[in-house]
């Protein structure tokens, strides 16, 4: 690792660069914030203010409105410099929100910033207990008086600068990765992206035109798929998988295989040669099982790269050991059945996931038949249907007999929307690419009969509830609100009979359609939960990756330096997902324009006088930050690298020895916080100071 | 629903029905709570889909089908919901369709537990429990029945069996200890 040496000097030895001499009491101030009527409406903030004036320690305490606006930042300021305080107690919202805004202000009033305390009066007091006024009143007088027994234990901290290494990594080659490595590169950063198929373009290359507008999917996307082939800045590694992540923000070390292909890239001129003599044929997976491929195949004719990829599991030489046709037709001698996997190992400032959705496959026991019934089929299917360069040149057949279907029907929200198999969420796209299929093949076919069985029409984008209506009007597109109850297939003629309510109507509906389209929802993909383990990312209940805040920080995740962008954190339209890679290409450029990036101080520390060197925190330490060293004065020791601790506090916490101290969190400052909240609640009982055993 | 005849001004005689207007006093609010009571999931994750009602085996014979019933179950509109709901066999297939987890069927059981407190009982359902304090089965013993059975090859019911007095001595004692007689209001018929 080379991390970049931990500033130790500094940092775990904080009385160095302490304000104040040790005899000299702390003086404290507390500042009450209402949040509006957040607090306030709850809790009484005049007599929690009271209460907090006569805590030891505190020599002025206020109250604000909103202690996080500028007149809130000012009273602290203004404190600081004329009561001389030297340790601030901010009794408001979560630290997560607003931490970061009042260590400014106290810095600039010339206070080390992590000489701050924050009381969470706000989630953790008046929203919970919103029914009980007096109660919150009292647990907040409570908090604020813990929090004052810690902050005067509060000690300065310097916090740390680590280098950025100005190259990022973007994980997925779908629409949003390309485009968020894209405008990385276009900024000047070098860029590696890593796509597991043999191809970029991801889902939207399977597409065959995009809502609302009607533009084809592949001719806008294929330009950006070989822009990026030919952007000297991006080194595009498909056909690969991340397999681990080490680091932090600034120097991830990334371990990538590049699985085989059996075809030098390097040689490959995407001729075609060898596919035209590969006696094996397959069903392609990229048009899902309606179109065929050889052994030796690429996925669709714009691939990008265009090199093609030898399918282990079906080609003949693996088998038998003999064929080889496809190494004698080729004249570049690219071929080489004998290639290995290969590891390369990158180092990276910045992460950003794209990895994308999984469409719902309809279960095997459920209603719809999917299985059984040629004639129904998903909406992915329909779109490689649709597509010119599909299987069927772009001619709507039904899958039974190939005829061009008379009446189609869609049935919407199968996969969303339903508790029974625990995707309560609305996938987003599925009103609209149904609405936008029902153009197409009423462009295709003008008789077509279109039925739409819904629930909710979701037509909320720019131009989307323009589309409803036209397909209304102009195609006369039949909208039955009802999902359907069964679905029965006529054995003759293989038509689909479509049992439902018409809500509307109030009546059971019972009609024939040639083709069943299920507009099918999307999922967290298999590779998004490998990569979401590899980066330890959380994810939210509906399983894609959780963004740090739903409204301020949309495309960060808990992890400092990893972005996330596209379906990867939930279902959204190729707009959406380009803007989100937007976002997220440029909150990573942020700290590589930079360079540097500040880290938190608030990391663990070993003392080696205390250090049996038993190794427990080197097993515990879910980040792997431990290491045992030779100690000063001999034995090995335990030693924490400061750049890879996180501070989570889990070593100081089993240390058998208390040898290991989190900083800001040491145990002088928690029990500390436990003795004020017990002692006060003895002696509020009538008996007499406890002695709070601290040990 | 009520037909009222009407004379315009110029002779045009129409039938028209009865003007109705659903206003608050007819909602209650807590009635979806009352529900839930008497074991039914809460009404209010309904989004009216209407699987329910494509499934239900009944649903084509009826007026107020399984979606409108829990449409009204969440108004609390009970002049609706306290009539239709005992034709449901509680063959739970809305149950296994619903995409919401509502149990449409455990809603029809609570709202007979509700219809039965407010005194709404179908004389059926007395004729039924009448049976079954009297003869120890709902359907009460008809010499039709056997000579059907005898032609299909199927031997009695037992009812002459000795243990079946003892049987039906039991199931009327529970019937009293639980005062289901008095809630179904047939203590007349099963006084012994």
Known sequence: MTAPAPQEKDTSSPKSKGELPSTARPRIGVFVCHCGSNIAGVVNCGEVRTAAEKFGDVVVAKENKYTCSDVGQEEIIKAIKEHKIDRVVVAACSPRLHEPTFRKCIQQAGLNPYLLHMVNIREQCSWVHSHEKGKATEKATSLIRMGVAKAAKLEALEAREVPVEPTSLVIGGGVAGIQAALDLANMGFKVYMVESQPSIGGKMAQLDKTFPTGDCAICILAPKMVELSRNTNITLLSYSEVEEVKGYIGSYEVKVRRKTRFVHEDKCVGCGLCAEVCPIKVDNEFDLGFGQRRAIYVPFPQAVPLKYTIDKEHCTYFKTGKCLLCVKACSNDAIDHKMEDEIVNIKVGTIIVATGYDAYVPMKKGVYRYWEYDNVITALELERLLNASGPTGGHLIRPSDGQVPKKVAFIQCVGSRNKKIGNNYCSRVCCMYAIKNAQIIKEHEPDTEIAIYYNDIRAFGKGFEELYHRIREEYQVEFIRGRPAKLSQNPQTKAIKIR???????????????????????????????????????????????????????????????????????????????????????????????????????????????????????????????????????????????????????????????????????????????????????????????????? | MGEVEKTFIGGLHEKLIEEKVIDESQLDPDFPKLIRKYGGKDVMTCLQCG?????????????????????????????????????????????????????????????????????????????????????????????????????????????????????IREIGVLIRATKYDKLIGIQEEVKT
């Open chain 2, 51 to 167: 699987n329910c009602t494509g499934v239900c085996p009944i649903s084509l014979k009826i007026d107020y089908k399984t979606r409108n019933i829990i449409k009204c179950c969440q108004f609390g509109l009970k002049k609706y919901t306290l009539g239709t709901r005992w034709v449901c066999a509680t063959c739970y297939r809305c149950y296994e369709h619903c995409p919401a987890d509502l149990n449409p069927a455990e809603v029809m059981i609570a709202l007979r537990h509700i219809a039965v407190r407010e005194g709404i009982i179908p004389p059926f359902i007395k004729t039924a429990v009448t049976n079954l304090v009297k003869y120890g089965q709902s359907v009460k013993p008809d010499p039709e029945i056997d000579k059907i059975r005898k032609e299909l090859g199927l031997g009695n019911i037992g009812v002459e069996h000795p243990e079946f007095g003892k049987v």
């Open chain 1, 500 to 695: 439902a309510e018409e809500t509307l109507l109030n009546a059971i509906t019972e009609r024939e359609f040639d083709l069943v389209v299920l507009s099918t929802g999307l999922l967290p993909s298999e590779g998004s939960k490998r990569i979401g383990k590899i980066l330890s990312l959380t994810t939210s209940p509906d399983g894609f990756f959780a963004e740090a805040h739903p409204k301020l920080r949309p495309v960060d995740t808990a992890m400092d330096g990893i972005f996330i962008a596209g379906c990867a954190q939930g279902p959204k339209d190729i707009p959406d997902s380009i803007a989100q890679a937007k976002a997220a290409a440029s909150s990573a450029a942020a700290p590589m324009f930079a360079r540097k990036v500040t880290v938190e101080p608030l990391t663990a520390f070993v003392n080696e006088d205390l250090c049996t060197g038993c190794a427990l925190c080197m097993e515990l330490c879910p980040y792997g930050a431990p290491e045992m060293v030779q100690g000063s004065k001999g034995g090995t020791k335990a030693h924490v690298i400061e750049a890879l601790c996180h501070g989570c506090g889990t070593c100081a916490a089993s240390c058998p020895q208390k040898a290991i101290i989190t900083r800001q969190f040491t145990d002088e400052q928690i029990y500390s916080e436990l003795q004020a909240a017990l002692v006060h609640g003895k002696s509020a009982s009538g008996k007499k100071r406890a002695e709070v055993e601290v040990s």
